[in-house]
């Protein structure tokens, strides 16, 4: 069974443009169009398809509504990107080429925008050459069919996608509940997604969260983050009298950097504790950490160092202060921070 026009049978039915295929509108504004959108939330897959093609958003349009699938469509990328504004599908299926906003520069554009980061978008197209392939992954897609389209393959891909695409909304749930300081980049430095930590602390110094894009000098630093290391490598941006570290975690996909964010304390403040209460220049940035609050799990985070270690400078830490646990030891170096 193939997305050819002459295959199809010709008295199926064609959706109206800009409209799903139930025949409810979706157009850029009005109450039906918010009704659409609340009625769509149910627990069927939503997916749009973006094809200049009548007799494509027919046929393709009938056979996934067909497989239990809620179907939008849309004539042009323009429309595509005004749809998406109102409602979020959970796969779009993409035209490489189609007149106005063509299929390539609508995935950058889609891509840029927070909300629609995880979404997998699937380009459809004759262009079968190894360039135009190149272009539709680097443009955000994570899939490539060539016309007539064969929609058994096309069900199978977008399972897979699918599924992948929920693993990654849940474990990013999860590093939201774990209080992680964590953010993710796209190659050109905007922010795809931050944990609630990680915004806080972007929008302290930067105005924004979710959505912005770096500084210019971590966005170098980004082309090549690993610079040959082993080691997880780390670049350091200083923001007025304060020093933000960027960490670099890996790749999550072939466009896309896991960073882990940490403010590094004012070197004045090290001192000061390092000289005045006889510490190491570890053991005074443990012990700031511990005094802001922070657990042990987290300063190891925050200095990449094992818990174990942080364990062991507290040790040191406890013995050269004279002291016995935590509390007593933050009193102390509050005392002491509060003179700076």
């Not at 035209?95 to 609508?106: H, I, K, Q």
Request: charge should be negative.
């Amino acid at each position: 069974m193939s997305a050819d026009p002459d295959s199809r049978n010709p008295h199926a039915r064609k959706p109206v443009a800009g409209q799903p295929v139930t025949g409810q509108p979706v157009g850029p504004a009005g109450p039906a169009a918010d009704a659409t959108a609340a009625g769509l939330a149910g627990s069927r897959d939503i997916v749009l398809i973006v094809d200049d093609s009548p007799d494509t958003l027919g046929f393709l349009s009938e056979a996934l509504e067909g497989a239990g699938l809620t179907v939008l469509v849309a004539v042009n990328g323009e429309n595509a990107l005004e749809l998406t504004q109102r409602i979020t599908p959970d796969l779009i299926l993409l035209d490489a080429v189609m007149p106005g906003l063509g299929g390539f520069e609508t995935c950058r554009q889609l891509k840029q925008r927070a909300d629609l980061m995880h979404v997998p978008v699937i380009f459809m197209t004759g262009l079968s050459e190894t360039e135009h392939i190149v272009r539709g992954l680097e443009a955000g897609g994570v899939d490539y069919l060539t016309k007539p389209v064969m929609v058994e393959e096309l069900m199978a891909r977008m399972r897979v996608h699918l599924v992948n695409a929920r693993r990654g909304q849940t474990a990013q749930v999860a590093l939201d509940a774990a209080g992680r300081f964590l953010l993710s980049v796209g190659d050109d430095g905007r922010i795809g997604w931050s944990t609630p930590q990680a915004t806080k602390l972007l929008q302290r110094f930067f105005s924004h969260g979710d959505g912005g894009v770096l500084p210019p000098a971590v966005c170098e630093w980004l082309l090549h983050p690993t610079g040959g290391r082993r080691d997880a490598p780390s670049f350091n941006l200083t923001v007025g009298e304060a020093q933000l570290e960027f960490a670099y975690l890996g790749r999550i996909r072939q466009s896309e950097t896991l960073l882990r964010l940490s403010m590094i304390e004012p070197a004045s403040e090290i001192d000061r504790l390092r000289r005045q209460l006889a510490l190491t220049a570890r053991e005074a940035e443990v012990l700031i950490w511990l005094a802001r609050g922070k657990a042990n799990k987290d300063i190891s985070e925050i200095l990449s160092i094992s818990p174990r270690t942080v364990n062991k400078h507290l040790e040191q830490v406890y013995e050269k202060l004279g002291v016995e646990n935590r509390a007593s030891a933050t009193a102390i170096a509050l005392d002491h921070l509060r003179r700076l």
